[in-house]
Each structure stands twice: as C-alpha cells, then as structure tokens.
C-alpha cells in the first residue's frame, strides 16, 4: 500500500479557495484545498446575535475528501444537464479531474479524469510549470496551461459531454474529438514563459489572454533590459478548433504577476504588478498606476502616481466583489477595496484605493454570497483561518 508514497502527517495549510454551488443548487459553497486535502463548507447562523439583532454566521464543514495528488488548481463549472457545479482540478506535472457531488453517497465522485505526460508534450525535458485551469465565464470551455508551452482545451457543450467510460486515457488516444491541444510557439514564436492564462468577458467566442514574458529579466537588470512582459488574446472557435489572435500588446512591466477579468458590463482585464497595477481592453488605450517609486527606474511604461499610496503587490490576493471593485490582501496582512473608475465610455480612468482593515497573512482569497444576500470575504491562510 505504501510503495510509492506514504503521507506522514496531514496538509495543515490553504492553498485554494472558491466559491461555488458544488453541494446544492439553492446556497453557495466554500471550498477550500490544500495539497492532498478537499474540505467543503457551508455558512449557517450561530445561535450568537450581534448587537444589531443579526445572527452571527459560521461556516459548518460538509465534506472532506483526500485526494491522491498535489493539488495545482482549481476551478468550477456548471455541466450540461447538471443542477450543480463540478469543479476542475489540475494535479502536478499534467492531469486533469473533474468531480462531482454525490448526494446519494454524500461524497464526492470522480466524472473524467485526463492526463497530459507523453513525451510528446514535455519536449524531452521535465519542465516545472504549475498546470493552471481556466474556465470560460459562460461554461464553453475550459483550458488547462500543458508543461508552460500548450494549451489543452476542453469544451462543454451539447455534444461534449464527458462521461465516466471516458476515464483514464491519454491525451492522444481520444475516444471523441473534444479535446485538443493548441500549441503555443504556432501562435508566436516568442510565445513561452507563460505567467498566467485568463478567460475574458463579454465575447462571443471564449477568448483567452496569455500573459507571458518572451524574454526574461530581473530586478538587478532593469538598467539594461526591462517592460519584457507581454499579452496576447486568442479567440477560440470549438466547431472548427481554430484560434486566431485577435489583439496582443508588449512592453509591459517585467514584474507582472496575474491577470484578473473585469465582469461585465466594464470589461477586459487588470493585471496586477509588483510595483503598478494596470487596466488593459481591446477597445480603448492601457491605463496604469504607479504604487511607489520603483516604477521610475524599472519601467517605462505609461503609469500615473497615485497620492497617499506607497504599497507592493507581491505575494498579494485578490477577488472582484462587484464589477468595479476588487479587494486586495497584501503579504503584510493589509487589506484594501480598490474601485475602478469608470467613464461614460466604460472605459477605466483611474483607480481608488481604501484601506478597509488588517488580516492575517492570506494564502487564497474569495467572495462567498449568503441566502440573504450578503457578500462575505473570506481569507484563507496557512494555519486554516477564515
């Protein structure tokens, strides 16, 4: 039983959170995943009321599952016919699995499984790359970021739906014709490096932005070479497997980290830095803020100062609570709602930072909606803190 792997103690920490409809259709869900573990909870009303005559909520543990891997990502996704959401989950190197709620087991239960490892895919090498899932915000598709130099694209519609006989084949023995892969260096030859792969609103098409960095650099070398980040977005047609690229954009700052898509009706994506954060759409020109004084050696990049704000965005967190404003946790514990200004061309002007409160050192970050329609935010932590 223990030949080739024997866990000694349990995963105490959080490394990903979300919330979704993963155990009824009626109420929100809270699940959270450290490395081998899957917890998922609920909120409910304490018997403790506050002040003003509202009960306190706390979160009630519904399901906790071990799982037979190093959990990478996470992501879910409502199914064709299904009244609950599945959830997508990226195991090391290159896997794939999507689970499912058992009401009748009161478990979860494996629908698909998928897996990525040939040789063919690895280039002959052992890439360390984190295998990143992305779903599509209208449930299309969803695209799993393959050793850092494919993408593997799996859509949902009426007639790809996966089923459990479907389990536990690789990638190039396809018993049906809805998974391909799409690769990279095609699109462009400096394409590689990849930092983050995001889903867009508000297209037709599921259209996905790459963020990457073709040549890479660091802080010590900024005076010789520096804005090596760069994006391109790829709209994906699922009938015909074809991906133009539909808008790219370089000479970002070198120090970006992720990507976040704006909801609708606003649109396109903030990209946050290490010293800037950034607003980028198709339709209008990039707006960037500056958050020291780094950024007036280590870009040139068109950012504008921001009075009264002296933070840095490495190591944060971040989840939109609304579609103009997000809340972001920093590695120190500070806590800020950052609104996006908007004109009448719903275009981003500026941004607005307030400092809402302090926390503890946050690991994953997410907005949990209750039955009576309070937003709660939730912050997930290395010591399981909530």
């Given at each position: 039983?223990?030949?080739?792997?024997?866990?000694?103690?349990?995963?105490?920490?959080?490394?990903?959170?979300?919330?979704?409809?993963?155990?009824?259709?009626?109420?929100?869900?809270?699940?959270?995943?450290?490395?081998?573990?899957?917890?998922?909870?609920?909120?409910?009303?304490?018997?403790?009321?506050?002040?003003?005559s509202?009960?306190?909520?706390?979160?009630?543990l519904?399901?906790?599952?071990?799982?037979?891997?190093?959990?990478?990502?996470?992501?879910?996704?409502?199914?064709?016919?299904n009244?609950?959401?599945?959830?997508?989950?990226g195991?090391?190197k290159?896997?794939?699995?999507?689970?499912?709620f058992?009401?009748?087991?009161?478990?979860?239960?494996?629908?698909?499984?998928?897996?990525?490892?040939?040789?063919?895919?690895?280039?002959?090498?052992?890439?360390?790359?984190?295998?990143?899932?992305?779903?599509?915000?209208?449930?299309?598709?969803?695209?799993?970021?393959?050793?850092?130099?494919?993408?593997?694209?799996m859509?949902?519609?009426?007639?790809h739906?996966?089923e459990?006989?479907?389990?536990f084949?690789?990638?190039?023995?396809?018993?049906?014709?809805?998974?391909?892969?799409?690769?990279?260096?095609?699109?462009?030859?400096?394409?590689?490096?990849?930092?983050?792969?995001?889903?867009?609103?508000?297209?037709?098409?599921p259209?996905?932005?790459i963020?990457?960095?073709?040549?890479?650099?660091?802080?010590?070398?900024?005076a010789?070479?520096?804005?090596?980040?760069?994006?391109?977005?790829?709209?994906?047609n699922?009938?015909?497997?074809?991906?133009?690229?539909?808008?790219?954009?370089?000479?970002?700052?070198?120090?970006?980290?992720?990507?976040?898509?704006?909801?609708?009706?606003?649109?396109?994506v903030?990209?946050?830095?290490?010293?800037?954060l950034l607003?980028l759409?198709?339709?209008?020109?990039p707006?960037?803020?500056?958050?020291?004084?780094?950024?007036?050696?280590?870009?040139?990049?068109?950012?504008?100062?921001?009075?009264?704000?002296?933070?840095?965005?490495?190591c944060?967190?971040?989840?939109f609570?609304?579609?103009?404003?997000?809340?972001?946790?920093?590695?120190?514990?500070?806590?800020?709602?950052?609104?996006?200004i908007v004109?009448?061309?719903?275009?981003?002007?500026?941004?607005n930072?307030?400092?809402?409160?302090?926390?503890?050192?946050?690991?994953?970050?997410?907005?949990?909606?209750?039955?009576?329609?309070?937003?709660?935010?939730l912050?997930?932590?290395?010591?399981?803190?909530?």
């Amino acid at each position: 039983m223990y030949a080739l792997l024997r866990q000694a103690h349990p995963p105490t920490g959080v490394e990903h959170c979300l919330s979704c409809k993963f155990i009824s259709a009626d109420e929100e869900s809270l699940v959270v995943a450290g490395a081998s573990f899957l917890s998922v909870y609920r909120l409910k009303s304490s018997d403790v009321a506050t002040p003003t005559s509202e009960r306190r909520k706390k979160l009630e543990l519904v399901v906790e599952h071990q799982l037979y891997g190093s959990l990478q990502s996470i992501q879910s996704v409502r199914l064709h016919h299904n009244s609950r959401d599945s959830l997508l989950l990226g195991f090391n190197k290159a896997k794939l699995s999507i689970i499912q709620f058992d009401p009748e087991t009161h478990d979860v239960k494996t629908v698909a499984l998928r897996y990525f490892e040939e040789d063919l895919y690895q280039d002959g090498t052992q890439p360390v790359c984190i295998p990143l899932v992305r779903v599509d915000p209208e449930g299309r598709c969803a695209a799993m970021l393959v050793y850092g130099s494919r993408l593997a694209i799996m859509p949902f519609g009426r007639d790809h739906v996966l089923e459990e006989h479907e389990a536990f084949t690789p990638a190039d023995q396809k018993p049906d014709s809805s998974f391909y892969v799409i690769e990279l260096h095609k699109l462009d030859g400096q394409l590689n490096n990849v930092i983050d792969i995001q889903f867009l609103h508000g297209y037709y098409e599921p259209t996905l932005l790459i963020l990457y960095e073709p040549i890479q650099t660091w802080p010590g070398r900024v005076a010789a070479r520096q804005d090596t980040s760069a994006m391109v977005t790829i709209s994906l047609n699922l009938v015909n497997q074809v991906h133009p690229v539909i808008w790219t954009l370089s000479h970002l700052p070198f120090d970006c980290l992720q990507a976040m898509p704006v909801p609708k009706p606003i649109g396109g994506v903030v990209v946050l830095a290490t010293n800037s954060l950034l607003y980028l759409n198709q339709s209008v020109p990039p707006y960037g803020m500056s958050l020291n004084s780094i950024t007036e050696t280590s870009t040139s990049f068109s950012l504008k100062p921001q009075p009264n704000v002296c933070i840095s965005l490495d190591c944060a967190r971040a989840a939109f609570l609304s579609n103009d404003r997000l809340v972001l946790s920093l590695k120190g514990g500070e806590i800020y709602v950052v609104t996006l200004i908007v004109d009448s061309m719903r275009s981003v002007r500026s941004f607005n930072f307030d400092k809402a409160a302090g926390s503890v050192i946050t690991t994953a970050v997410c907005c949990l909606e209750s039955p009576l329609g309070r937003l709660h935010v939730l912050y997930a932590c290395v010591l399981l803190s909530f």
